[in-house]
Structures are given as C-alpha cells and as structure tokens.
C-alpha cells in the first residue's frame, strides 16, 4: 500500500528540515534520489536540488524581513560562506539581500499607499451583480433556454454527485 501523498506545505517543511539538500530529502521521503527527482519533476516541473535553492531563498527572504542579518541569515540555512549566499541570492531575486531588505518593505508600503487611493476613489454599490449581468445578457440575446436535464438519455450522468474528481487530493 503506498504512502499518502505530501501536500506542497509538507514539502517545504521536509525542505527545512532537510537543510535543503535534496539527498537528505530523499532519505527523509525513503526514497531513492531518481525516484525524487522524478517526483519532483511531475509535482514542480523542476529538479529537487533547483526546486530546493528557491525554498532556501524564499526562506531567507523573510528572516531578512523579520529583521535578521544578513550573516545570521546565511549561516542559519546552510551557506558556508556569505559569498555564496549573496550570489545565490542575486541569481533567485535580482538583487543584493540588503537591497531586498531596502526595498521590499517600501514596495509594500506603496502598495497600501496605491490601495487606499484606488478604495478611497471606489464608489459602493450595494446589492448583487447579478441584475446587472443578467440585464447585460438579455441586451445580448433575449431568447431563454431552459436548462437540460442532466440523467437522460441526451445528456447523461457521468457519476453520481459529488464525483470523483471532488476527493482527489492535489
């Protein structure tokens, strides 16, 4: 019987206590590393190890933003030196861990800045859209058809409700 399925959540915690190592990941799932990477390459589209490194970044980027340093952030994931993690950092990110530090919290606060403009000018309209786009429809073709019935002979059930596809986890 095999295992259930790892959710992509469970993926990034595996990822973590992985140190982000996709050696260690296939010894964690007991897998061997050609089956993971052909896990991997079905679920993301991306090798283990690549895969990886853009967790490890993602990672670093919100220790950065929580206020860590720079050189705690790079030892505390695993880079052994602070060099490679710049450049890894700049390949993922485009730009330097200071510059992210920099920017990122000024791009968030332009954001609410735009927002607020955009909900201060907004005008509400109360009730449904639905007399709205039912009224749009009828100026496009008045004629009503009605609804076919589903389980006939015309149109049959392809299972019963609520289907199948319904309790396949991704």
Not at 23 to 40: D, G, I, V
Not at 143 to 155: I, L, N, Q, Y
């Amino acid at each position: 019987m095999g295992r259930a399925p790892i959710s992509k959540d469970g993926w990034k915690v595996l990822a973590a206590i992985a140190h982000y190592n996709s050696k260690e990941l296939a010894k964690l799932c007991e897998l061997s590393p050609r089956q993971l990477q052909r896990k991997f390459n079905l679920l993301f589209g991306r090798s283990p190890q690549d895969w990886l490194n853009h967790q490890r970044i993602l990672a670093a980027q919100q220790l950065l933003l929580s206020g860590e340093p720079v050189k705690e952030v790079a030892f505390e994931l695993g880079f052994k030196r602070v060099s490679h993690f710049y450049r890894q950092f700049k390949l993922q990110s485009q730009m330097t861990p200071l510059q992210f530090v920099f920017v990122k919290p000024r791009e968030a606060a332009a954001r609410v800045v735009v927002m607020e403009a955009i909900y201060k000018g907004a005008r509400e309209h109360k009730g449904s859209w639905w007399p709205d786009w039912r009224e749009w429809i009828v100026s496009i073709d008045a004629e009503e058809v009605p609804a076919r019935a589903v389980g006939t002979d015309a149109v049959p059930a392809i299972e019963d409700a609520p289907g199948s596809y319904v309790r396949v986890r991704a």
